[in-house]
């Protein structure tokens, strides 16, 4: 009884508008009041959801992407990209794709990324008369791309609740990334061979070795991370500190982009998405504990099981629920909300977790691109001026793309397994 009470009170205050953190909060005092448990477990288990060391990799890469988006960082990654892939049909749009796939490397954030690559690309890509709601969608699938490459919030948070190693998930996170990037460019150029695109004029090789110099400073940044944590060198949460320093180092004194003045501005919009993710992070902790206080996550896996012994059908099933669920509600919450239940399901079922992690990020990122709550639809919406039903219809192949990786990964272990 209390399960249904904790997941109406949150439904219904999610429907109304409020924040998902404070709908989680408050359905939480419901359960708590209804179950007669002690109100002190509220401050116990807030304690206790944030009182760890690999959770301090969030603020840490939240710092550090601010520091790179202020740095000039992405305007220089789509020079560079422009020298590979300008002078082919469509080579505007196949920047907008390497460039999400780079930027994913570097912010951990995919709505972030989406505006910031959409802000600059779309109108660029409007003067060359490509369509504008096609140009909408890239920005938002490319952007969406950065809550797959490492450094990714989503993972870390993955990562947490589920007591699984961040560098085995980053490792095996760059496959089905890159992959998915692989596939937008692809479309890209059948796409402008259809509609006949123009292409770009080929870049010298002296201006391409200026912008590469340019770049490069940015470009290592990705390198550091997988380096440093696959040798052993540092952790994930150390590998947060490593890299924002490294961000605020080359955004003052090489980019010189980052004056002194920014940086309350910089660590101000840092902490105000810490919080956000804090908050969510505490709410859930305690919907999660009163969730399996009542044992409802193993009477759920139990009731799963008895559905089919085929282990196929199953994920696909859980597959389904994942995709549903990120229409309605963003990574962060839903994977401390689903991670404790599903993540029995996927050990009864001989799924290794870090697989398993892959196919909630890659459902939960597809959320991010359909309705009703997609926010990074909402940004390619905004960014390109295009009703979001118009970004709906031309996000269809993008989110095509995306789900065949999201199956290689689902039931092809050795798509990931070569990571750990």
Same mark, same amino acid.
């Given at each position: 009884?209390?399960?249904?009470?904790?997941?109406?009170?949150?439904?219904?205050?999610?429907?109304?508008?409020?924040?998902?953190?404070?709908?989680?909060?408050?359905?939480?005092?419901?359960?708590?009041?209804?179950?007669?448990?002690?109100?002190?477990?509220?401050?116990?288990?807030?304690?206790?959801?944030?009182?760890?060391?690999?959770?301090?990799?969030?603020?840490?890469?939240?710092?550090?992407?601010?520091?790179?988006?202020?740095?000039?960082?992405?305007?220089?990654?789509?020079?560079?990209?422009?020298?590979?892939?300008?002078?082919?049909?469509?080579?505007?749009?196949?920047?907008?794709?390497?460039?999400?796939?780079?930027?994913?490397?570097?912010?951990?954030?995919?709505?972030?990324?989406?505006?910031?690559?959409?802000?600059?690309?779309?109108?660029?890509?409007?003067?060359?008369?490509?369509?504008?709601?096609?140009?909408?969608?890239?920005?938002?699938?490319?952007?969406?791309?950065?809550?797959?490459?490492?450094?990714?919030?989503?993972?870390?948070?993955?990562?947490?609740?589920?007591?699984?190693?961040?560098?085995?998930?980053?490792?095996?996170?760059?496959?089905?990334?890159?992959?998915?990037?692989?596939?937008?460019?692809?479309?890209?150029?059948?796409?402008?061979?259809?509609?006949?695109?123009?292409?770009?004029?080929?870049?010298?090789?002296?201006?391409?070795?200026?912008?590469?110099?340019?770049?490069?400073?940015?470009?290592?940044?990705?390198?550091?991370?997988?380096?440093?944590?696959?040798?052993?060198?540092?952790?994930?949460?150390?590998?947060?500190?490593?890299?924002?320093?490294? %961000?605020?180092? =080359?955004?003052?004194?090489?980019? +010189? @982009? $980052?004056?002194?003045?920014? #940086? &309350?501005? /910089?660590?101000?919009?840092?902490?105000?998405?810490?919080?956000?993710?804090?908050?969510?992070?505490?709410?859930?902790?305690?919907?999660?504990?009163?969730?399996?206080?009542?044992?409802?996550?193993?009477?759920?896996?139990?009731?799963?099981?008895?559905?089919?012994?085929?282990?196929?059908?199953?994920?696909?099933?859980?597959?389904?629920?994942?995709?549903?669920?990120?229409?309605?509600?963003?990574?962060?919450?839903?994977?401390?909300?689903?991670?404790?239940?599903?993540?029995?399901?996927?050990?009864?079922?001989?799924?290794?977790?870090?697989?398993?992690?892959?196919?909630?990020?890659?459902?939960?990122?597809?959320?991010?691109?359909?309705?009703?709550?997609?926010?990074?639809?909402?940004? %390619?919406?905004? =960014?390109?001026?295009?009703?979001? +039903? @118009? $970004?709906?219809?031309?996000? #269809? &192949?993008? /989110?095509?793309?995306?789900?065949?990786?999201?199956?290689?990964?689902?039931?092809?272990?050795?798509?990931?397994?070569?990571?750990?």
């Amino acid at each position: 009884m209390i399960g249904i009470l904790l997941f109406t009170i949150f439904l219904i205050f999610l429907f109304f508008g409020l924040p998902v953190g404070f709908a989680l909060g408050i359905a939480s005092l419901g359960g708590i009041a209804y179950g007669s448990y002690p109100i002190s477990v509220m401050a116990q288990r807030f304690f206790t959801a944030v009182d760890s060391f690999p959770l301090m990799a969030i603020p840490l890469f939240m710092l550090a992407g601010a520091l790179m988006s202020h740095g000039g960082i992405t305007k220089r990654i789509i020079d560079f990209a422009l020298c590979f892939v300008g002078h082919i049909k469509g080579g505007l749009a196949m920047v907008v794709a390497i460039t999400g796939i780079i930027m994913g490397g570097i912010s951990g954030s995919g709505v972030a990324d989406a505006a910031a690559i959409g802000a600059i690309m779309v109108p660029e890509m409007s003067k060359r008369k490509y369509d504008r709601a096609f140009s909408g969608a890239l920005c938002a699938c490319c952007g969406s791309i950065g809550l797959i490459i490492p450094p990714s919030i989503a993972i870390i948070i993955f990562a947490c609740t589920a007591n699984v190693s961040i560098g085995d998930l980053f490792m095996a996170a760059y496959a089905p990334g890159i992959c998915i990037g692989l596939g937008f460019l692809l479309y890209c150029y059948i796409i402008a061979r259809i509609k006949n695109y123009p292409n770009e004029e080929k870049i010298q090789a002296k201006e391409t070795i200026r912008r590469f110099k340019d770049a490069i400073w940015a470009l290592i940044m990705p390198l550091i991370i997988v380096v440093g944590i696959r040798g052993g060198i540092f952790t994930a949460t150390e590998g947060g500190a490593v890299i924002s320093i490294y %961000g605020l180092l =080359v955004g003052m004194f090489i980019y +010189k @982009d $980052i004056k002194i003045k920014d #940086l &309350p501005a /910089i660590l101000l919009e840092a902490a105000e998405s810490t919080a956000t993710i804090g908050t969510i992070i505490c709410a859930t902790t305690l919907f999660s504990w009163l969730l399996t206080s009542e044992q409802i996550p193993a009477k759920i896996t139990t009731w799963l099981i008895s559905l089919t012994d085929n282990k196929f059908l199953l994920l696909f099933l859980i597959n389904v629920l994942l995709l549903i669920t990120g229409m309605f509600i963003d990574s962060g919450p839903a994977i401390m909300l689903l991670a404790p239940i599903l993540c029995p399901v996927a050990t009864s079922l001989g799924v290794n977790l870090v697989q398993f992690g892959l196919v909630m990020v890659m459902n939960l990122t597809i959320g991010l691109l359909t309705p009703p709550v997609g926010t990074a639809m909402y940004v %390619g919406s905004n =960014v390109s001026g295009v009703p979001i +039903k @118009d $970004i709906s219809r031309a996000l #269809l &192949p993008f /989110i095509g793309i995306m789900f065949a990786a999201l199956m290689l990964v689902t039931y092809v272990p050795a798509f990931t397994s070569w990571a750990y």
